[in-house]
């Protein structure tokens, strides 16, 4: 599902060139889950913009369900994005104008999907959520409103879903029950798992665990 080839990144700097990522080589199948972990500043996020497609590497190659993101334009990417892929960010990244059902509305109307409403009630439903359908983002907790960002994310049925740090903003009970939610959603509908996190809870859930260091990625046994 993930292939990733002699990737890197570094930013020039009228100084140096500062190296962010260095050499970086794994490979993940579909239904998988893994978890990026590593301090504050060790480039996990700017690695996830890289797996996604977000940002382009300064060396190495990114496949995505056998496709080569370097193959791709823009445009090419933003349909990959569309179609196999799903994100959940830390915070939350709800359109603060619409309420929950039509932020869970939103990926599946881009897609032309029939019934929109039909299937983002049932996801929200899914999620526990389905009594504050017409509540706006403001009015909802950390929890509820990252649970409907997990809805959204899952609404197109992603092959992929990318995850930064989604317990984050969170207190310990919610960020439990988010990590529920993750992987009841990841089993059903196959769903491979790509977090970042510092949450060693949710690093051991999965069933890969690599350690950024340094722009190195390496693998810890679980």
Same mark, same amino acid.
């Given at each position: 599902?993930?292939?990733? $080839? %002699?990737?890197?990144?570094?930013?020039?700097?009228?100084?140096?060139?500062?190296?962010?990522?260095?050499?970086?080589?794994?490979?993940?199948?579909?239904? #998988?889950?893994?978890?990026?972990?590593?301090?504050?500043? %060790?480039? /996990?996020? !700017?690695?996830?913009?890289?797996? =996604?497609?977000?940002? !382009?590497?300064?060396? @190495?190659?990114?496949?995505?369900?056998?496709?080569?993101?370097?193959?791709?334009?823009?445009?090419?990417? =933003?349909? &990959?994005?569309? $179609? /196999?892929?799903?994100?959940?960010? *830390?915070?939350?990244?709800?359109?603060?104008?619409?309420?929950?059902?039509?932020?869970?509305?939103?990926?599946?109307?881009?897609?032309?999907?029939? $019934?929109? *409403?039909?299937?983002?009630?049932?996801?929200?439903?899914?999620?526990?959520?389905?009594?504050?359908? #017409?509540? /706006? +983002?403001? *009015?909802?907790?950390?929890?509820?409103?990252?649970?409907?960002?997990?809805?959204? =994310?899952? =609404? @197109?049925? +992603?092959?992929?879903?990318?995850?930064?740090?989604?317990?984050?903003?969170?207190?310990?009970?919610?960020?439990?029950?988010?990590?529920?939610?993750?992987?009841?959603?990841?089993? #059903? *509908?196959? !769903?491979?798992?790509?977090?970042?996190?510092?949450?060693?809870? &949710?690093? /051991?859930?999965?069933?890969?665990?690599?350690?950024?260091?340094?722009?190195?990625?390496?693998?810890?046994?679980?």
């Amino acid at each position: 599902m993930l292939v990733v $080839n %002699s990737l890197a990144k570094h930013i020039i700097t009228p100084n140096a060139r500062l190296d962010i990522l260095s050499n970086i080589n794994f490979h993940i199948q579909a239904g #998988e889950s893994m978890a990026i972990t590593g301090a504050s500043g %060790s480039g /996990k996020s !700017t690695l996830l913009s890289l797996l =996604a497609g977000l940002d !382009t590497p300064s060396s @190495g190659q990114v496949s995505i369900a056998g496709q080569a993101l370097n193959t791709l334009d823009e445009e090419g990417r =933003a349909l &990959l994005r569309q $179609n /196999k892929i799903g994100f959940v960010f *830390q915070s939350f990244h709800l359109i603060s104008a619409l309420n929950a059902l039509d932020n869970v509305m939103l990926p599946l109307e881009l897609k032309g999907v029939k $019934n929109p *409403q039909e299937q983002a009630l049932q996801l929200l439903q899914r999620v526990g959520l389905s009594e504050r359908c #017409e509540h /706006k +983002p403001l *009015q909802l907790s950390g929890g509820e409103q990252q649970r409907v960002a997990i809805a959204r =994310a899952f =609404a @197109g049925q +992603p092959e992929i879903l990318f995850a930064d740090e989604p317990t984050g903003n969170l207190d310990q009970d919610s960020g439990e029950k988010i990590i529920e939610l993750l992987f009841q959603l990841n089993q #059903e *509908q196959g !769903t491979t798992l790509v977090l970042v996190t510092h949450d060693q809870s &949710l690093a /051991k859930a999965c069933q890969r665990h690599f350690q950024l260091d340094h722009g190195q990625l390496l693998e810890i046994n679980q």
